[in-house]
């Protein structure tokens, strides 16, 4: 079945550390792109950070190097995203969210991707930073 299932998150005081994981389950013959959006309290979801196919990487302005998106090089279904020097305006739900669907080239053979258009997003996972 596709889904993404996130785990990590938690409660940290400003200035600690946490890390986010996103398991991608399904798409087996596609690339696609994953995305790393927050959404705290009373405002709009916003973007993070996204990685994609060729491990480019890029990040909302506020990140300012704090955190890291990045691929399970073990693990290649897994996506992470480590967050440093936390404040609490970070405090928020975090989701992961699989999308740009293509064709792709990978295991030996070129892979003609039936979700493309699709998007997919993880359940969230809370994310607390006291001061």
């Known amino acids: 079945q596709d889904q993404l299932v996130q785990s990590g998150g938690g409660s940290v005081q400003a200035g600690g550390s946490l890390n986010l994981s996103c398991e991608a389950f399904g798409f087996t013959d596609c690339w696609f792109d994953m995305y790393w959006y927050r959404q705290a309290p009373g405002k709009e979801r916003e973007f993070v950070g996204a990685i994609d196919r060729g491990g480019h990487r890029w990040y909302a302005d506020f990140v300012n190097r704090r955190f890291t998106v990045s691929q399970d090089s073990a693990k290649m279904t897994v996506y992470l995203l480590e967050m440093n020097s936390l404040k609490p305006e970070d405090t928020a739900m975090y989701y992961c969210?699989?999308?740009?669907?293509?064709?792709?080239?990978?295991?030996?053979?070129?892979?003609?991707?039936?979700?493309?258009?699709?998007?997919?997003w993880g359940q969230g996972t809370q994310v607390t930073v006291s001061s």
């Open positions: 969210k699989a999308e740009n669907f293509r064709d792709g080239y990978f295991d030996g053979a070129w892979h003609r991707c039936s979700r493309v258009g699709a998007n997919y």
